[in-house]
């Protein structure tokens, strides 16, 4: 399931079911994400889905990986109900703090947890056009180096230091 650019993706769709379908999926990987492990019950009540159609996306998710059963859950009266987290190599997030002198780069699993060592350049943060292709040539090998495939990878937070002109587009 193609996490990155969610209109690209929808725009080659070509009903109003396999849209639905789709967003329900990034629902769902949003409540595995913020979370944890969870019921398709549990799920369904959060999510704001019904039941059987939870069941389906999340078979359609164990199927393309980017959900697995991790056990099963206390019962309330009855069968335990299956676990559902997010596959270990569901998504990766990458974070690149920009400090004054320095940048930093580490790419974080979707359970939050780092699975590259962080690596940390010099780097006199300015507002030169050079400053900006050298972050983005050092990002670019940093993730070239790390081997995850870039549709795994779903977003880039970057943190600066200062204040930001948001109408002159300069920090």
């Known amino acids: ?3 990155i650019n969610p209109q690209a993706v929808i725009d080659q ?4 079911v396999e849209i639905k379908s789709y967003l329900n999926k990034i629902k769902i990987i949003k409540n ?10 549990e799920i369904c009540t959060e999510v704001g889905i019904s039941l059987p159609t939870v069941n389906s996306l999340l078979s359609d998710l164990m199927s393309s ?7 099963r859950a206390e019962s309330q009266g009855g069968r335990k109900p299956d676990l559902y ?3 270990e190599d569901a998504f990766y997030v990458l974070s690149v703090d920009l400090s ?33 292709d050298r972050i983005a040539d050092l990002t670019e090998a940093y993730l070239q180096k790390s081997g995850i495939p870039s549709e795994k990878i779903i977003a880039i937070g970057i943190s600066m230091p200062g204040l930001v002109d948001a109408v002159g587009g300069v920090n």
Do not use: W
């Open 1 to 3: 399931m193609n996490l």
């Open 13 to 16: 769709m070509d009903g109003v």
């Open 32 to 41: 595995l994400y913020l979370k944890g492990a969870n019921t398709a019950s």
């Open 65 to 71: 990986g980017e959900v697995i059963k991790q056990g």
């Open 85 to 87: 987290r997010l596959a």
């Open 100 to 132: 004054k002198f320095t940048i930093n780069l580490c790419l974080y699993s979707c359970h939050n947890q780092p699975i590259t060592e962080k690596e940390c350049h010099k780097l006199v943060l300015n507002n030169e056009r050079e400053t900006f």
